[in-house]
């Protein structure tokens, strides 16, 4: 499963950003996936999970309110975005969306079998 994500870049404070991740094949319309960034000097974090059916989201204290996880329901490319809205200068990070195969969400990064890339978030006060 190639995970590939998409969407970062420069953002003013207060703004809105979307991300996007997406695989080929149903495998990943079958795996719930989540989202984690990565700040400089620190370790990688959850932000928001979602179960493979779309019907149940996680998020992080930190994120919860402002952004929101969801995914669509195309079975031969799935894609999971990540609305990110009042963003901080706290929100700067690598983001990377992890995916597993199963129905649950963890917040541990360990739990999750594929990665993608990363994208960058920077946000400018």
Same mark, same amino acid.
């Given at each position: 499963m190639q995970v590939e994500e998409f969407g970062g870049g420069l953002v003013q404070a207060g703004g809105s950003l979307t991300l996007s991740c997406s695989a080929s094949g149903r495998a990943f319309a079958l795996s719930a996936v989540a989202w984690f960034r990565q700040a400089p000097g620190k370790e990688r974090e959850f932000v928001a999970g979602i179960t493979y059916t779309g019907g149940y989201t996680n998020y992080? #204290?930190? /994120? @919860?309110? &402002?952004?929101?996880?969801? !995914? #669509?329901?195309e079975w031969e490319r799935n894609t /999971?975005?990540?609305?990110?809205?009042?963003?901080?200068? @706290?929100? @700067?990070?690598?983001?990377?969306?992890g995916? !597993?195969?199963?129905?649950?969400?963890? &917040?541990n990064v360990k739990m999750y079998d594929y990665w993608g890339q990363g994208t960058q978030v920077t946000v400018s006060s």
């Open positions: 992080s #204290d930190s /994120v @919860e309110g &402002r952004f929101t996880i969801s !995914r #669509d329901s /999971v975005y990540l609305q990110m809205t009042s963003l901080k200068s @706290e929100d @700067e990070a690598d983001y990377y969306c995916a !597993r195969t199963g129905t649950l969400v963890y &917040r």
